[in-house]
């Protein structure tokens, strides 16, 4: 993978992304946690990942925008940004996988346009300890070409997800998936972690459908080799970190043959299955 960046030896620079370019782009925001297994000096250990998954679905028609038709294509972009947390808290690893895809109508459906080759690629976070600081304190993300993501909401679900593995030394995704939550909040409560701080409230963790995980493995895999047994041990999760997906909505002004940069236009919030969505529109395991 090559050695990373030395944090200070380089001049990171605002490198603008692709969707970025359109004149409107509505983007889908949802956050999910799972237990995962993976190598770390040469033994498996199974460890928390959270994953802030994000669609952009850009309108290739600056027109249809406001009339709300489905006629033409869509260039649409998923991104899922995952951080990697052991049972101390400590964040070990981050990285993003880009998806490239297109959507185009149908009789008024938009499905997956099998013409336009899906296309992939992955960023990788600085490493281990310098990472911990940058996420946990400085609430950001720094990749190895100098790319900067700064948290917001995903922040807050690390932290308490820190809070969690720190204090219990249990991952936080099995936290999630208890069923006795009264035994659970006792033992939280012992420990002097108030629920609410680790954002647990009463009730089991809503897990997603079978198909739906193949669809958030698909996100994070850089190849179409996604197999629960072997991706997750013990399998648990994923399950949503909040049910609510964001909905934001961007524009550029176009005036006079100026074109103003991407502003953001207005947010709200739906109980929409983003994994769900991606479904509907055929997108699946090659």
């Known amino acids: 993978m090559g050695s990373s960046i030395i944090f200070g030896d380089y001049e990171p620079e605002i490198v603008p992304e692709p969707w ?10 949802a956050y999910y946690t799972q237990s995962v297994s993976i190598k770390i000096n040469g033994l498996f250990h199974c460890i928390t990942a959270l994953t802030s998954l994000e669609l952009n679905k850009c309108y290739t028609d600056p027109v249809e925008k406001g009339e709300y038709t489905f006629t033409t294509p869509r260039n649409c972009y998923l991104s899922a940004l995952t951080i990697y947390m052991d049972n101390k808290g400590r964040v070990i690893k981050g990285e993003k996988v880009l998806t490239r895809f297109r959507l185009k109508n149908n009789s008024g459906i938009h499905i997956l346009d099998s ?16 990472l911990h600081n940058l996420v946990i304190k400085n609430k950001q993300i720094t990749f190895r070409n100098g790319k900067i993501y700064l948290l917001k909401k995903y922040h807050e679900y690390i932290i308490q997800a820190s809070i969690c593995n720190r204090r219990t030394d249990v991952n936080y995704t099995n936290l999630k998936v208890t069923g006795n939550r009264d035994e659970l909040n006792k033992k939280l409560s012992i420990l ?5 701080s680790v954002g647990f409230a009463s009730g089991k963790a809503p897990v997603i459908a079978d198909n739906a995980i193949k669809i958030l493995g698909l996100a994070l895999s850089t190849e179409p080799r996604f197999s629960l047994a072997e991706y997750t ?3 648990n999760g994923p399950v949503y970190l909040d049910e609510q997906t964001i909905i934001q909505e961007y524009k550029r002004e176009n005036t006079n043959g ?26 699946k395991l090659q």
């Open 258 to 283: 100026y074109v103003s940069p991407q502003r953001f236009i207005k947010e709200y919030t739906e109980k929409r299955d983003v994994l769900k969505e991606l479904e509907d529109y055929g997108l």
């Open 192 to 196: 002097g972690i108030t629920a609410a």
């Open 233 to 235: 041990f013990p399998i």
């Open 115 to 130: 013409s336009f080759k899906v296309k992939k690629n992955t960023e990788r976070c600085v490493d281990k300890k310098e």
């Open 20 to 29: 970025e370019e359109y004149q409107y782009r509505d983007l889908s925001r």
